[in-house]
Structure formats: C-alpha cells, structure tokens
C-alpha cells in the first residue's frame, strides 16, 4: 500500500510534492529525516524557546524593576519587557503555530532543517541585539529581520498553495512584524511610544478571537461527540460575525487613538460579543478534560481583557495597566501555553491529555494572571503582587519547557 492511500489528504499532497522534487531525504509526512528532530517542525524549536524565554524573561524584568538596572541594548527596562514579551515570546509562538499550520493548509511541504535553523538563529538574533547592542538602528536591522523572513515564508506558502482563505492571517503576521519596527521607530523618536505595542496588541487580540475561534468549539466539538453528549458547540453564525467586526473595528480604533471614547465602547462591545459566543460553546461541559477547558478560560480572558480595556478608556479609575495585562499575560499567555500543549502532543503522536505537570502548569499562569491584573490595584502591596504574579506566570511556562523538552526534542511517538 502505498504511502498515499494511507495518509492524510494534506500528507498525500506532501507526498506528491516530494517526488515531483525528486526530495527523497523527507519521510511521509514531510519532514527531512536526516536532521535531529527538533528541526523537523516549526513548532518545536519555536515552542521550546518561546516557553524558556517566557520562563527567564519576566523574572529578569523583576530584577531590573526593583534593582533599577538598565539593559545595555537600545530600549529602557520598561520598554524592553514589553517589546520582549510582544515580539520575543509571542513573536515565536506565532512562528511555531503559524509554520505548522501552513502544511495543513495548503498541502505543501513544511519548513525544516536548515532554512528553520537558519529562521530560529534570527529570532535568537532579534532576542540578543533588543538585549545587549546599544545602536538602536543595528538593534533595530538584527531584530526585524526574523519577523520579515516569517511573514515573507508566509505569502509564498498562501500564494504558492492558493490557499485564498487564510490570506487575512498572512495579513496579520505581515501587520505583526511592521508593529516590531514601528515599536523600534518610537524608540529613535521617530514615532510616538505606543503605536507599535498597541498595533501588535490589536493583530494579536483579532487572532486569537479569529483562530480560537476556529479552534476552540471544534476541539469541543469534537470531544463531545467522542463522550456521547448531545448538546454541541453552536454553529458559526451572526453573534460570530459581529463579535469578530467589533473586536477588528475596536483594535483599529484603540491602536490609532488610545483615549477615544468610541473605541473604547466598541471594545467593550467586542468583549461583550466575544462572551455571548463563548457561551454557545459548551464550555462548562469540560471540566472533567483540563486541556480542553484551557481554550475556554484563554478566551473567557480574551473576552475580559477587551471589556476591560474599553471600559479604561471611558473611566478614569480603571487602570489601563490592568486591562493590557487581563490581554496579555491573561489572554495570550493562557491561550498560547493551552495550544502549545495540545499541539505539541498531537503533532508528535501522542495523546493528546494534561498530566499533572501540565495542569499545574494551567493552574500557574491563570493565577499568575490574576494577580498580575489586579497588582494596579493592590496600593502598599504592589511590589508583593506583581512579584508573586510574575513568579507564577514565568513557573507556568518554565514548567512546559521541563515537561515537554523531551517530546520537542525527541522523536515522534510510534503508534
């Protein structure tokens, strides 16, 4: 039997490609063989390092917060960790997802061995001249490289594989990467501080409300169907529609203008609209699967964090401090560490459950969050709980690292 009859549709198109080629060094899935296994995916180079950074990073912002030290590279304490965390961490996680998910896409071949070797020695380029090299311009050329050569991999892949319909993600890597130069831009005085953390912000909250919701109600979906229950995650429908137009509409206006009035109530719509829909997903229903729920919780802080950081443009007392946290180290830190568990498993060939290193590892960065969202609020404990918030986040992902480096690294399980 041959390996096309076996395969999925994705893998057989993978096939077909190979022998057109004349590639022969790949298996059948499309990875070349002939190199260690963590070269042979996106996501696990990416994944890995994307955790082991997060895991260090924020507690090295916490000895420069309270010590006062200033990085040698070209941005100040402050800046550095927000830049770090946007386009260091999160920037690899994309990469990791994003280079994963385009085989699945289009049928084409994966990117690994040396051109993904060569892709993590930019991010890890980007991570060293934002850290240590004093020219803001040279930091400025090391660190966009990485993002330009990811969004540039992606439009071949869209074109190439005429794969129309996830055009609008390629869009929002592209927009991604331009926010890297537009937050160094601010950093020579060129542009206004903000712009590019808010424009990064934007894309990132419109992909997680777009991808998770393509991802959240199939998976439970799925698992339902699986348990024998009958009620399902509703069908894609209007409140979807209009949940996705606010939240798009609202992170245009708030990264154009911060203060408006008008964006922050179309925010707080789009947060209110992304609730009703994860309503209609069922979610209550997989308490008993922890790596299901997970997907819940990152969009139920997805849904908060917009409802929050509208509500801060429209009063005073809220700090938007909090509301940027609730998006990031609540929304994007649970979302990203749930897929990167699931999807590490599934794409190595494992079962895809949450052990015990696992679930605490959920537990950590969700109370991690919460009190990193509620530190404004803490007055003379401040220091106490933003330090505390920030050791149980770091945990969580220094944790995934530990836990899953041997799957990463190893070689896919054998069914």
């Known amino acids: 039997m041959s390996a096309e009859t076996v395969l999925p549709q994705a ?14 060094s790949r298996d059948g899935r499309g990875r070349i063989s002939s190199m260690p296994p963590i070269l042979q995916y996106g996501f ?14 924020i507690p090295a ?7 006062g030290y200033a990085p040698p590279g070209p941005f100040p304490g402050l800046y550095w960790h927000s830049h770090e965390m946007l386009f260091g961490y999160l920037g690899a996680v994309l990469a990791g997802f994003i280079l994963t998910a385009i085989p699945n896409w289009t049928g084409r071949l994966p990117l690994s061995g040396w051109p993904l070797a060569g892709l993590v020695l930019l991010w890890l380029a980007g991570r060293i001249a934002c ?3 004093a020219n803001p311009a ?4 090391l660190d966009i490289a990485f993002p330009a050569v990811l969004a540039l991999s992606v439009w071949r892949e869209v074109v190439a594989g005429r794969n129309w319909k996830n055009a609008p993600v390629a869009v929002m890597i592209t927009l991604f990467g331009a926010a890297n130069a537009l937050d160094h831009a601010a950093n020579l005085d060129l542009l206004p501080h903000g712009l590019g953390t808010r424009l990064a912000l934007g894309v990132i909250a419109m992909l997680l409300a777009l991808i998770g919701g393509r991802i959240v109600p199939s998976f439970t979906r799925n698992w339902l169907v699986k348990t024998g229950e009958t009620r399902l995650p509703a069908s894609f429908g209007h409140i979807d529609k209009a949940a996705l137009a606010a939240t798009a509409v609202g992170a245009a206006l708030w990264a154009a203008a911060p203060e408006s009035p008008v964006a922050g109530v179309v925010l707080a719509l789009a947060g209110i609209l992304l609730a009703a829909r994860l309503a209609r997903w069922q979610g209550h229903r997989t308490l008993s699967e922890p790596i299901l729920l997970i997907l819940h919780v ?6 908060v964090a917009l409802v929050l950081l509208g509500s801060s443009a429209l009063v005073d007392a809220l700090p938007q401090t909090a509301a940027l946290h609730a998006l990031t180290a609540g929304a994007v830190g649970t979302m990203t560490l749930a897929v990167m568990t699931r999807a590490s498993l599934g794409h190595t060939g494992r079962q895809i459950v949450a052990d015990r290193v696992v679930v605490a590892a959920y537990i950590a960065v969700t109370a991690g969050a919460v009190l990193r969202v509620a530190a404004p609020l803490a007055q003379d404990w401040y220091g106490h709980v933003l330090a505390c918030g920030g050791a149980l986040w770091s945990l969580a992902f220094l944790l995934f690292a530990i836990r899953y480096a041997p799957i990463l690294w190893g070689r896919r399980a054998v069914a």
């Open 11 to 24: 893998d057989r198109s993978v096939v077909r490609t190979q022998r057109k080629a004349g590639d022969f």
């Open 298 to 303: 990152g969009y139920a802080w997805l849904a």
């Open 138 to 141: 040279v930091a400025l050329a």
């Open 131 to 133: 850290a240590a090299v």
């Open 61 to 67: 912002w916490l000895w420069m917060y309270f010590s």
């Open 44 to 57: 696990r180079p990416f994944f890995f390092l994307a955790a082991l950074y997060a895991g260090l990073a």
